[in-house]
C-alpha cells in the first residue's frame, strides 16, 4: 500500500461538491484522513473565495490509476475538460504526494510545487502529516510551514455545518 495525500479546493457550491468529492474519495480509497477546511481568496484571479483542504489516503493502485480515478471524480462533479488552470471550479483534485514517487510527466507531477508555494495546501498538509518529510526537499512538511513567508496570508480554518456533522 502507498500514502498519498490529495489538495481539495472549491469556489462553486463548496458545500454541495466537497462533501461529493469526500464521499468518492471514500468508495475509491477506503478511511481518509482529512485536514481542517480552509477559507481562502482565489490566486491567479479574481473569484469567489475557495474551501482547501487535504486528505490522505492508502492504495495498491498505480500512480496514474490514481491521476485517473482524481480526474473522473472531477468530471461526476461538474468540472469539464476544457477548465482551465486559474479559474473558478466546482472540485479541484490534485495528487501532491504518493509515497516517495517523484514524477514529472506530463500532467503528472509530483511532488506538486504547489506544496511549497501555497499557504492553502502547505498548512492542511502540515497539520495531518506533519513529521512526513518532503521527498526532494527532506524537510518535515511542518518545518517547511513553520518556514513559510506567511505575510499577507488570506486564509482561515472554517466549520462548515456539514464537517461538524462527521
Known amino acids: 500500500m502507498t500514502q498519498g495525500y490529495i489538495s481539495i479546493g472549491s469556489n462553486i457550491d463548496q458545500n454541495k461538491y ?44 498505480d500512480v496514474k490509476q490514481v491521476a485517473k480515478k482524481l480526474r473522473q471524480i472531477e468530471l461526476d462533479n461538474g468540472r469539464t475538460h476544457d477548465s482551465q488552470k486559474f479559474s473558478a471550479r466546482t472540485l479541484d483534485l490534485d495528487l501532491i504526494l504518493y509515497g516517495d514517487l517523484i514524477i514529472n510527466d506530463g500532467r503528472l507531477r509530483i511532488p506538486r510545487d504547489e506544496i511549497e508555494r501555497y499557504a492553502f495546501v502547505l498548512e492542511p498538509l502540515a497539520e495531518i502529516a506533519p513529521t512526513l518529510k518532503h521527498p526532494i526537499k527532506h524537510l518535515s512538511y511542518a518545518e517547511l510551514w513553520e518556514k513559510f513567508d506567511k505575510n499577507g496570508l488570506q486564509q482561515h480554518r ?7 456533522a462527521e
Open 158 to 164: 472554517i466549520t462548515p455545518a456539514w464537517a461538524s
Open 18 to 61: 466537497i462533501p461529493a468529492g469526500l464521499q468518492a474519495l471514500d468508495r475509491c480509497f477506503g478511511k481518509l484522513s482529512i485536514s481542517s477546511i480552509y477559507e481562502s481568496a482565489a490566486v491567479g484571479f479574481a473569484g469567489d473565495s475557495f474551501y482547501n483542504l487535504i486528505v490522505g489516503f492508502n492504495s495498491a493502485l
